[in-house]
DNA sequence: CAATAATAGTTCATATCCGAATTAATTAGC
DNA sequence: GCTAATTAATTCGGATATGAACTATTATTG
């Protein structure tokens, strides 16, 4: 059966529309593809902790913590102490964070249809069925194989 | 017509997948997932400059030069002095990073048969076309699109 | 209720990644 | 042939991303 990389397509995919995303939100809008990325999680849903965002994005929460600053830095976002937890915080969108989120997803949507525009509905649900289970399988799925694989370390 | 946030959806992917993989191969093999990619495609054809390698994995040059230099000192590759154009280098994968890519290329392919498990052959070639389509599109279209909807920077 | 475990975030060292500017070498144009 | 444009790679400053270790706080539990 056909067995095409797909690893390697995911990687090239994700670094060809997250570079060229990057650039144009950098010039257009003042922010980064990771920060848009933050502010369309809390455009759904706002006051969230930090780890929450991270659980929502795939990403580990001490990655959040210099892009939130930034976020903040910037007057995008503001961190408020949680009132019943001291050790958290909640995170809301600012105004200046609530334009820039505006501007990119008028931009998103456009280039999501543009990204999608060859398929039928049909295709679209098999490439997001597709996404979603790399998503929600890819660790399990590689400590797994892992596991059966990478038996012996290469020797130093 | 549905209309899936595409975009957010291939980052939490490559996230997920990326994420995992680089915490196995770093623990079992010594290499990281970006140093994987860099040795796959020297593993299909040794000797490239390093603008090639770049091209092959949609990066800027300029992400390669640590990239190489690291795997360099680790023994993976060797950059040797192209004989005709003083300029250039011919990257060279090492005895220690045929290893290396051996050891990840079993896994990776355990890893890439399971995350197609539950799709069909006509669905995985839904999926690869998707895939290639954003490799090869995303630049265009992004910049396209931004012309048209990021008209007006957002104020400072 | 005091000792312990668990949890939320940050800090730290390291590795990517980028675009712009730079350097060195080759090629083009005249 | 020689100057100008081009090209390959590196350097630089900045942003992202990770896991491990750490801090502070809350929850558990004996």
Redesign the pocket.
Known sequence: MHQPRIFHLIQRAH?ALF?AS??ALRAHIGL????Q?VLFVLMIRDGR????I?NEL??????????????ETAGMVE?RH?Q???????VFIKDRGRAAADGAMRGTKRINAELLAPFTATERAVIEKFLRHVSDNAASIVDAQSQVSFKEKVSP
Do not use: V, W
């Open positions: 670094s570079r990057d650039r980064t593809a990771s920060q990325a902790p930090i780890s929450e991270a795939n990403m580990g929460k001490s990655s959040l913590t210099g892009l939130i600053d930034r976020m961190r949680h019943e937890d001291g050790r958290s915080f909640k």
